[in-house]
């Protein structure tokens, strides 16, 4: 069974169309917005088996499906799919993994009241991740990444009423956003210089060889390539996304969602969105690299930022005391391992480590999901304890996890993806800082797992909730091992004796092997640091379990100020509160103060001119105009009165004064001499 | 100084018109003081049929029309003029027109 | 042949007219008079939509009578693909604003007669060719605008509709005298002769002619009566009042269509009869438009009154449309300008047009729907967990929300996209900083939806029925067309992109 590209588009319509219905069931129809979301997801899973299958039949090809979005100017916005090894295997996962979570789910929010619009949410969610995958365009890219973002958004706030939970969600939104701008304005750089936002277009992609020679040749602020600018702009929003330093500060806090979210959105699928962004667009971020007369490589920078995080993550997760936060910290630590094999040049290393991880790390949360269910919400590793016996299934998976991210040699998947990532990182010519960085990290990684399942697991119950922990259903528990079994075979696709994963993503059909113990002192290296974190973890927290929820951490006991200041996260959140923060709310003031203090008084000044004008118009018309037309009335009144008083009434004298006047006449005519 | 008939007719209308209008003047009732004023108007009327008659176009009839049309407007101006004497005495019971002072300015 | 265009403006005043006549109607019947008129314009622009073509770039279905001869005034109306964006843009939310004011008891002949005479205006500015009608519409539609807002707003209803209109009316007295001089000079009041005489140069040596600095005082004069009504920033004091105090479907119209009339009026007069001009003009307008983008959206982080706030957004997004045309002029001619950047930017402004329309609409919806169901009260802090007792009224309100902050799906990205797709082309800086723009925009409309609808369940909400289906109604048309054009924005572009196609190709581009 093969999909053709054309069909791609089925993979993600059909979690589409599960959430609209789950949009429209009444909050009664709970069996229809789960069944819909779980068999749209089981479906989408089959196709990308399918797809599968069709990439790999042609590995190092291509295939695209374009098509116009729009008309605009003399050409159109255009879209697309694409279908490739690395588009498959991502599909595969993310439809695999979600499927299990999507189960686990109706078993762990069987009780709340938002029960179909939880599966609404995480249908919408699965779509706009595989739409992310098999989009062939940045911009279709950036659209399923925003709306992945917009999920993500929904589920974390998804206990609303919580303000802590509305909180978290909008931090999230809000600091992923910041790095969205940097991948906006990469991505309409690209655009602009490019003409296509199409990543393969039968040659005229933006990641075929003419766009990038163009992009190569020109420079632009600083002696910067174009390339390696637009490089490090698209890497913002691969920093927001996955958590990287600086902007990791929201993955921690997304942990108020329902833990099936932070099992396959904030550790297996979305926070991994920023490394296949990376790698999707590999040929961009690598085209500088033939350049020798740059200040920087883009690569260069994203390796920096992932050794960075990868140990940040690991030092920040030994001193939390919240089940789901070590994890959220450790999914931190490991994608910026992720980042850094992307850095150091294998590419294929970090989707290795991807894949592997989206197993390990959503079988993890899962398991301690199912422990916090078990403990009526308990979720302090100081109050749990001594869930092993009770919880048989749980711990045994969640120990195969735990294995698996520490790094458990040669049985467990995340040893060989995490050895692949060492060797690159010790091939790598530039600098051998971030092997030095990853190394730490191992011994960390062991170190602060050990102390997770100890303090989980181990010792006696701490509370009254953890006492009276059982095994959680069937539904729930069939998940974890599914994941358990693919967290230990799945290390086997890439071994360093068959690299079969490996040598399918870079387009080869024949595989070529070493022998696995070629590079044998880093192996033994990384073996070594694996057992000390292992075993002195275990010395800490195993041998001589909590006493009881109060009591000092070893660590806070013998190192009480740098457990401080792991605890409180090196502070970042403070930080930024004081420093961006601070700037946006005097940004805010500043606006708000312009409008009303500057604007709205000038203004005003000029309504008050106008006013005054007014005055001075009223006044001028009052005194000067009016008294003009009075004093002038007054007089012809006063002459009028003094003639009126010669209307005697009397006719006679009117009489005599005609008679007068006649001879007056008589007079003048004769003297005049007219007769 | 040769006494021609005009002169004759305006001696005769100049006594008309003083004795009207000393009749005017020194009455006191209104009536009376009406009747030198028709007194004085017929001795206007008397100069235009003199000088008609013995002015340089007798054979036009204009002085005759003259006089007829200034008749009838006396007659009418009569008719208003006792109208007038009557609504005064309606108000005040006297046809004293020293009494009717009231239209002073 | 039948003046369609003549009917679409004439429509709604005859159902002013006749309600104005028929004293005595029950109130039901007025408010169904009013609708079936407001719904005209729909209707007839529906007619000219399917008969439109848009490959046709010179205003379609044109009438012309002499009207003044004496004068060299004729009545010309006619349709391009902007005007029809427009005047389906009002045919849509000129009914939803009447529904939406549907509760509102006192005089409702007056109101819905009122409102008629609005949408006539507005639709007679879309259609007029001649600047003297043009003038008249533009003028007239302040008076009803003035009185809804006078006698149905809020507690200090009065200043700002006096402030309002007292500024209006002062920015178009100095356009008036512009285009009197522009009178004289040419002799012609026709936008498309003018257009013609402003390409090749013919309007500066005339203006020229009577004394050196004339072009440029009659471009001030022009460029401030548009300014004031669109906002430009810093003019946009009146804004936030009006928008403020005015009745819920008053200030879904004045937001949705009466703010388009000034963005309308820079692409149809401003940009094609002064664009030398505008050019010179542009570099620091640039600057104007970049501070209501930025200073827009953070003076509404820092509102309490939600009104106020989305006035604010409005600003925000109508200085995006500005900006977009500003940075167009003023990079053409300079070298690395393409047409293919032109293009997005003048698509993105007239797609920003319409969608702001749908989503600023649909949000003053949402707040009058909290003012009435509080009994008045609109602060940002005095609700909470509206979303628990509501659901179904949260969710369209987050669709309304998301669509106004840009989200991809929704109406709002495609529009913005293309804004800083050309920005980005004609000024790079200008689209950097703009994003400021964006991030505060998601700040605060998050903020709102965070401290109204999250959070536990405030005194408030707890008795907070939810929507009924005829409140659903008016939202749902906007909510749609916020899906469909999110998804499917060719049904607009397509209208508009061969006269968009033309305006780009023919600008002197290096």
Redesign the interface.
Known sequence: MSLPVQLLWLIPALPLLAAGIGSLTPRSGRGLASGAAIVAMAISFLLSCGALATALAQPAAHLVHNFAWFDLGGSAVRLGWLLDPLTAFMCVMVTFVGTLIFIFSTGYLHEDANFTRFFCFLSLFAAAMLGLLVANSLLLLFICWELVGLASYLLIGFWFHKPSAAAAAKKAFITTRIGDLGLLLGMLWLYDSTGSLLFYDGGQGVLEATALGGLVAQTTIGGLAVSTAIGLLIFCGAIGKSGQFPLHVWLPDAMEGPTPVSALIHAATMVAAGVFLVARVYPLMSADQGLAHVPVHALTVVAAIGAITALLGALIAVAQSDIKRVLAFSTVSQLGYMMLALGVGSWVAAIFHLLTHAFFKALLFLGSGSVIHAAHHEQDIRRLGGLRGPMRATFATFAIGMMALAGVPFLFSGFWSKEAILHAAHNWDVSHLPLYAGLAAVVLTAFYMTRLVAETFFGSPRSEEASHAHENSAVMTVPLILLAVCAVLLGFLGTPAYPWLQARLEGHTEVHGHPIFEGAGLLMLSIVLVAVGIGSGWALYGRRPRANANALDPIEGRLPGLFAVLRARFGFDELYAATVGRLNTAMAALSDGLDRYVWDAAVRFLAALGEFGGVVNREADEDVLNGGFDATNDRLRGTARSYSAAQTGGAHGYLRTVAVGFVLLVLIVMLGGGV | MILTPLHLCLLLSSALFCIG?IG??SR?S?IL?LLGVELMLNAANLNFIAFWRYGPNPAAGTGVLFVLFSIAVAAAEAAVGLALVIAIYRHQRSIR??D?????? | MIPLLSLIVFTPWIGAALLALWRGASPGAIRGLGLLFSLSTLGLGLIALSRFDPAITVPQFGETHDWISMLNVHYRLGLDGLSLVLVLLTGIITPVALIASWREHRDARLFTALFLLLQGAALGVFLALDFFHWFVFWELSLVPAFFLIKLWGGPSATRAAYQFVIYTIGGSAFMLLAFAALYAATGTLDFLQLGQYGADGTLNVRLGAIGGWWPRAVFLGALLGLAVKVPLWPFHTWLPPAYAEAPTGASMFLTAVMSKMGVYGFLRILWPIFPTQLHQAAPCLLWLALGGVVFGAFAAMRQTDLKRMVAYSSLNHLNYCLLALFALSAATGQPGTTSAAAAAALSGTILQMFNHGLSAAALFYCVGVLEARSGGRRGLNDFGGVRTAAPIFAGLCGVALFSSLGLPGLNGFVGEFLIFRGVFGLAPWAAAVACLGLLATALFLLTFWQRVFHGPTGKVAANFPDLSLSEILPLLPLIGLMFILGVWPQFLAKLINPLVSLWAGQLPLP
């Open positions: 209008l005017a003047l006191s209104s003081v027109l020293q009717a002072r009231r239209l002073k300015g």
